[in-house]
T-cell receptor
Framework: GQNIDQPTEMTATEGAIVQINCTYQ??????LFWYQQHAGEAPTFLSY??LDGLEEKGRFSSFLSRSKGYSYLLLKELQMKDSASYLC??????????WGAGTKLIIKP | GAVVSQHPSRVICKSGTSVKIECRSL??????MFWYRQFPKQSLMLMAT?????????EQGVEKDKFLINHASLTLSTLTVTSAHPEDSSFYIC????????????FGPGTRLTVL
């Protein structure tokens, strides 16, 4: 079956760095997305990786290893507004998104 | 660019009534639209995928006669929850894709449905 695993909840301190891991098993693979979702709001796009390696976008970076079925989202210089759920989603061979349950990130002052 | 709107943002209705939710791609023509449901503290659950002019493809366990989807144009899809019950109370989110290298989904702001 198809499956996405990511931690349920993480806590970090304002100004610090946090890494949110995601492992996936899908029928075929056409890329991996990270979305940010604040409570009561729809998800917003953060990143897309289809090749191995690190993609950096300001304070956020995303890494992919296709051979390991593994990705992580790295958030630097954490701000209170980064408190949200972070959703990992893999695109399978049918270009259907398989969603993880999301990681709730709590930022403490 | 790539803005998706949803209407209404919130709706409260009585049990047994029907509710229609609209999803529009404002500045692009969407090849495909998706309807998701999200219960509190859970991830997105895909309900159905729809392409303009054709019948929606429903996920296993989603009743197509209860959740009617109409995708009349390349910029509009509607979801009608028929004979709503309290257990249908949820956050309904649509998304749309345009032709691209990786089919990024652009999400609408969601509709909070409460059935009394």
């Amino acid at each position: 079956g198809q499956n996405i695993d990511q931690p349920t909840e993480m806590t970090a301190t304002e100004g610090a760095i946090v890494q949110i891991n995601c492992t996936y098993q899908t029928s075929g693979f056409n890329g991996l997305f990270w979305y940010q979702q604040h409570a009561g709001e729809a998800p917003t796009f953060l990143s897309y990786n289809v090749l191995d390696g690190l993609e950096e976008k300001g304070r956020f970076s995303s890494f992919l290893s296709r051979s390991k079925g593994y990705s992580y989202l790295l958030l630097k210089e954490l701000q209170m507004k980064d408190s949200a759920s972070y959703l990992c989603a893999a695109l399978d061979s049918n270009y259907q998104l398989i969603w993880g349950a999301g990681t709730k990130l709590i930022i403490k002052p | 660019g790539a803005v998706v709107s949803q209407h209404p943002s919130r709706v409260i209705c009585k049990s047994g009534t029907s509710v229609k939710i609209e999803c529009r791609s404002l500045d692009f023509q969407a090849t495909t639209m998706f309807w998701y449901r999200q219960f509190p503290k859970q991830s997105l659950m895909l309900m159905a995928t729809s392409n303009e002019g054709s019948k929606a493809t429903y996920e296993q366990g989603v009743e197509k006669d209860k959740f009617l989807i109409n995708h009349a144009s390349l910029t509009l899809s509607t979801l009608t929850v028929t004979s709503a019950h309290p257990e249908d109370s949820s956050f309904y989110i649509c998304s749309a894709t345009m032709p691209s290298d990786y089919n990024e989904q652009f999400f609408g702001p969601g509709t909070r449905l409460t059935v009394l």
